[in-house]
Protein backbone atom coordinates (compact mmCIF):
# COMPACT_ATOMS: atom_id res chain seq x y z
CA UNK A 1 0.00 0.00 0.00
CA UNK A 2 1.30 3.42 -1.06
CA UNK A 3 2.35 5.85 1.81
CA UNK A 4 -0.19 8.33 2.14
CA UNK A 5 1.97 11.51 2.05
CA UNK A 6 2.43 10.11 -1.26
CA UNK A 7 1.29 12.39 -3.54
CA UNK A 8 -2.54 11.75 -5.15
CA UNK A 9 -2.28 9.45 -8.74
CA UNK A 10 -5.21 11.36 -10.38
CA UNK A 11 -3.71 10.27 -13.51
CA UNK A 12 -3.59 6.53 -12.59
CA UNK A 13 -0.93 4.78 -11.15
CA UNK A 14 -0.11 4.21 -7.90
CA UNK A 15 -2.77 2.27 -6.22
CA UNK A 16 -2.05 -0.71 -6.89
CA UNK A 17 -5.13 -2.83 -5.90
CA UNK A 18 -8.04 -0.59 -7.43
CA UNK A 19 -7.94 -0.28 -11.31
CA UNK A 20 -9.01 2.99 -12.39
CA UNK A 21 -11.30 3.06 -15.63
CA UNK A 22 -11.10 6.37 -17.75
CA UNK A 23 -14.29 7.99 -18.08
CA UNK A 24 -12.73 10.44 -21.00
CA UNK A 25 -9.81 13.12 -21.59
CA UNK A 26 -9.87 16.45 -19.90
CA UNK A 27 -9.32 19.36 -22.15
CA UNK A 28 -5.95 19.30 -22.29
CA UNK A 29 -6.00 15.45 -22.48
CA UNK A 30 -5.64 14.31 -19.38
CA UNK A 31 -7.04 11.20 -17.86
CA UNK A 32 -10.54 11.11 -15.54
CA UNK A 33 -10.49 8.25 -13.81
CA UNK A 34 -12.99 6.47 -12.31
CA UNK A 35 -12.39 3.49 -9.46
CA UNK A 36 -14.21 0.56 -9.02
CA UNK A 37 -17.13 1.30 -11.83
CA UNK A 38 -19.72 -0.99 -11.16
CA UNK A 39 -23.48 -0.19 -11.18
CA UNK A 40 -23.80 1.37 -7.00
CA UNK A 41 -26.02 3.61 -4.47
CA UNK A 42 -23.38 5.92 -3.93
CA UNK A 43 -20.58 8.34 -6.01
CA UNK A 44 -18.12 10.13 -4.28
CA UNK A 45 -16.71 12.66 -6.89
CA UNK A 46 -13.60 15.33 -5.53
CA UNK A 47 -11.84 18.33 -7.98
CA UNK A 48 -14.45 19.42 -9.46
CA UNK A 49 -12.99 23.06 -8.82
CA UNK A 50 -9.53 21.81 -9.54
CA UNK A 51 -8.17 24.57 -6.74
CA UNK A 52 -9.89 22.29 -4.56
CA UNK A 53 -7.55 20.19 -3.31
CA UNK A 54 -9.38 19.28 0.02
CA UNK A 55 -11.87 17.60 -1.20
CA UNK A 56 -8.92 15.74 -4.11
CA UNK A 57 -7.03 14.64 -1.06
CA UNK A 58 -10.01 13.43 1.26
CA UNK A 59 -11.25 11.08 -2.10
CA UNK A 60 -8.10 9.68 -2.44
CA UNK A 61 -8.03 8.83 1.50
CA UNK A 62 -11.84 7.47 0.85
CA UNK A 63 -10.29 4.75 -1.83
CA UNK A 64 -8.85 3.16 1.15
CA UNK A 65 -10.91 3.58 3.90
CA UNK A 66 -14.25 2.49 1.72
CA UNK A 67 -12.94 -0.69 -0.31
CA UNK A 68 -16.68 -0.89 -2.46
CA UNK A 69 -17.46 2.61 -3.31
CA UNK A 70 -16.67 4.17 -6.10
CA UNK A 71 -14.74 7.28 -6.17
CA UNK A 72 -13.77 9.62 -9.13
CA UNK A 73 -11.17 11.66 -6.97
CA UNK A 74 -10.58 14.54 -9.77
CA UNK A 75 -13.28 15.39 -11.98
CA UNK A 76 -11.28 18.06 -12.85
CA UNK A 77 -7.18 17.06 -13.88
CA UNK A 78 -6.36 20.60 -15.70
CA UNK A 79 -7.68 23.01 -13.05
CA UNK A 80 -5.55 20.54 -10.13
CA UNK A 81 -2.63 20.67 -11.89
CA UNK A 82 -3.09 24.70 -12.72
CA UNK A 83 -4.38 25.44 -9.24
CA UNK A 84 -7.21 26.99 -10.51
CA UNK A 85 -11.53 26.57 -10.39
CA UNK A 86 -12.06 25.91 -13.91
CA UNK A 87 -11.47 23.52 -16.23
CA UNK A 88 -8.22 24.13 -19.40
CA UNK A 89 -11.39 26.01 -21.63
CA UNK A 90 -11.92 28.17 -18.02
CA UNK A 91 -15.00 26.81 -17.81
CA UNK A 92 -16.67 26.50 -14.47
CA UNK A 93 -17.61 22.87 -14.10
CA UNK A 94 -20.16 22.58 -11.78
CA UNK A 95 -22.13 25.44 -13.80
CA UNK A 96 -21.76 23.45 -16.91
CA UNK A 97 -24.33 20.62 -16.46
CA UNK A 98 -27.41 19.99 -19.13
CA UNK A 99 -30.00 20.64 -16.29
CA UNK A 100 -33.56 22.86 -16.84
CA UNK A 101 -31.99 25.95 -15.32
CA UNK A 102 -28.57 26.47 -17.35
CA UNK A 103 -28.14 29.75 -18.59
CA UNK A 104 -25.71 31.10 -21.18
CA UNK A 105 -24.92 34.37 -18.85
CA UNK A 106 -22.88 33.74 -15.51
CA UNK A 107 -24.30 34.88 -12.38
CA UNK A 108 -20.71 36.17 -11.68
CA UNK A 109 -17.39 36.23 -13.63
CA UNK A 110 -16.51 33.59 -11.61
CA UNK A 111 -19.06 31.36 -12.77
CA UNK A 112 -18.40 30.87 -16.57
CA UNK A 113 -20.86 28.31 -17.76
CA UNK A 114 -19.58 27.50 -20.94
CA UNK A 115 -20.72 27.66 -24.64
CA UNK A 116 -23.63 25.23 -24.02
CA UNK A 117 -24.64 22.51 -21.77
CA UNK A 118 -22.24 19.89 -21.56
CA UNK A 119 -20.03 21.48 -23.75
CA UNK A 120 -17.27 20.36 -21.50
CA UNK A 121 -15.18 16.77 -21.54
CA UNK A 122 -15.01 16.42 -17.81
CA UNK A 123 -19.12 17.36 -17.91
CA UNK A 124 -19.61 14.70 -20.63
CA UNK A 125 -16.78 12.01 -17.92
CA UNK A 126 -19.04 12.52 -15.08
CA UNK A 127 -22.07 11.81 -17.00
CA UNK A 128 -20.88 8.67 -18.63
CA UNK A 129 -20.20 7.74 -14.97
CA UNK A 130 -23.95 8.40 -14.22
CA UNK A 131 -24.80 6.47 -17.18
CA UNK A 132 -22.25 3.61 -16.59
CA UNK A 133 -23.22 3.15 -12.41
CA UNK A 134 -26.59 4.67 -12.52
CA UNK A 135 -25.73 5.81 -8.90
CA UNK A 136 -28.73 7.04 -6.68
CA UNK A 137 -26.86 9.16 -4.46
CA UNK A 138 -23.85 11.81 -5.52
CA UNK A 139 -21.61 13.22 -3.16
CA UNK A 140 -19.24 15.38 -4.12
CA UNK A 141 -16.59 16.88 -2.46
CA UNK A 142 -15.72 20.47 -2.62
CA UNK A 143 -14.19 23.69 -0.55
CA UNK A 144 -15.48 27.26 0.72
CA UNK A 145 -14.72 29.18 3.24
CA UNK A 146 -17.30 27.68 6.09
CA UNK A 147 -17.78 24.23 6.30
CA UNK A 148 -21.21 22.45 5.87
CA UNK A 149 -23.00 19.54 3.82
CA UNK A 150 -26.11 21.02 1.46
CA UNK A 151 -28.37 18.88 0.32
CA UNK A 152 -31.20 20.94 -1.82
CA UNK A 153 -34.08 19.07 -0.73
CA UNK A 154 -36.07 19.65 2.99
CA UNK A 155 -35.03 16.73 5.05
CA UNK A 156 -38.87 16.25 5.48
CA UNK A 157 -38.97 14.72 2.07
CA UNK A 158 -35.65 12.83 2.76
CA UNK A 159 -35.69 8.68 3.72
CA UNK A 160 -34.79 8.38 7.59
CA UNK A 161 -31.77 6.69 6.76
CA UNK A 162 -30.40 9.72 4.95
CA UNK A 163 -31.31 12.33 7.39
CA UNK A 164 -29.34 10.08 10.36
CA UNK A 165 -26.61 9.16 8.52
CA UNK A 166 -25.51 13.34 7.37
CA UNK A 167 -26.80 14.00 11.09
CA UNK A 168 -24.58 12.11 12.14
CA UNK A 169 -21.71 13.03 10.28
CA UNK A 170 -22.18 17.27 10.77
CA UNK A 171 -22.50 16.85 14.73
CA UNK A 172 -19.28 14.19 14.41
CA UNK A 173 -17.84 17.16 12.09
CA UNK A 174 -18.99 20.32 14.26
CA UNK A 175 -20.33 21.67 10.89
CA UNK A 176 -24.37 22.58 9.81
CA UNK A 177 -26.31 21.49 6.92
CA UNK A 178 -27.46 23.65 4.54
CA UNK A 179 -30.24 23.41 1.75
CA UNK A 180 -28.52 26.27 0.26
CA UNK A 181 -25.51 27.79 -0.65
CA UNK A 182 -27.12 30.96 -0.67
CA UNK A 183 -26.71 32.42 -4.32
CA UNK A 184 -28.11 30.75 -7.32
CA UNK A 185 -26.34 28.01 -9.13
CA UNK A 186 -27.42 27.01 -12.46
CA UNK A 187 -26.53 24.15 -14.29
CA UNK A 188 -24.87 22.69 -10.88
CA UNK A 189 -24.62 19.33 -9.79
CA UNK A 190 -27.78 19.98 -7.16
CA UNK A 191 -29.85 20.71 -9.96
CA UNK A 192 -29.28 18.23 -12.00
CA UNK A 193 -30.17 15.95 -8.94
CA UNK A 194 -33.54 17.72 -8.69
CA UNK A 195 -34.27 17.23 -12.33
CA UNK A 196 -33.33 13.71 -12.37
CA UNK A 197 -34.18 12.11 -8.72
CA UNK A 198 -30.78 12.11 -7.65
CA UNK A 199 -29.90 12.39 -4.46
CA UNK A 200 -26.70 15.03 -4.26
CA UNK A 201 -24.86 15.93 -1.46
CA UNK A 202 -22.46 19.19 -1.01
CA UNK A 203 -19.82 18.59 1.33
CA UNK A 204 -17.65 21.98 1.54
CA UNK A 205 -14.47 21.79 3.11
CA UNK A 206 -13.03 24.57 5.20
CA UNK A 207 -10.54 25.93 2.32
CA UNK A 208 -6.77 25.36 3.94
CA UNK A 209 -7.93 23.03 5.96
CA UNK A 210 -4.63 20.97 6.92
CA UNK A 211 -3.89 17.35 5.78
CA UNK A 212 -3.87 16.53 9.76
CA UNK A 213 -7.74 18.00 10.05
CA UNK A 214 -8.64 15.86 6.76
CA UNK A 215 -7.53 12.78 8.42
CA UNK A 216 -9.65 13.75 11.56
CA UNK A 217 -12.70 13.92 9.49
CA UNK A 218 -11.88 10.72 7.69
CA UNK A 219 -13.45 8.07 9.57
CA UNK A 220 -16.81 10.03 10.35
CA UNK A 221 -16.87 11.01 6.47
CA UNK A 222 -16.15 6.98 5.80
CA UNK A 223 -18.58 5.93 8.61
CA UNK A 224 -21.45 8.44 6.47
CA UNK A 225 -20.51 6.93 3.11
CA UNK A 226 -21.05 3.62 4.40
CA UNK A 227 -24.72 4.43 5.27
CA UNK A 228 -25.22 6.61 2.25
CA UNK A 229 -24.16 3.44 0.10
CA UNK A 230 -25.94 0.83 1.74
CA UNK A 231 -29.76 3.17 0.73
CA UNK A 232 -31.23 3.37 -2.55
CA UNK A 233 -33.01 6.77 -2.53
CA UNK A 234 -36.16 7.00 -4.63
CA UNK A 235 -36.38 10.53 -5.71
ZN1 LIG B 1 -16.18 23.95 -5.45
Partial sequence: MPLLSEPPAWNGGGWESVEPVELGRSALGNSINLYRANPANLLVMGGVHGDESEGIFLAHLLLHEQPAVPVIPCLNPDGALLRQRW???????????????????????????????????????????????????????????????????????????????????????????????????????GAYGKDHGMLVLTYELRRGSSHGELHAILPHLSA???????????G
Fill in 224 to 234: MVERLAAIRFE
Fill in 87 to 189: NGHNVDLNRNLPTADWNPEPHKARYPPGAAPSSEPETRAFLSALERMKPSTVLSLHSFRESFVEIERPPETLPAEVNEAVDAFVEAAGIVRKESIGYPTPGAL
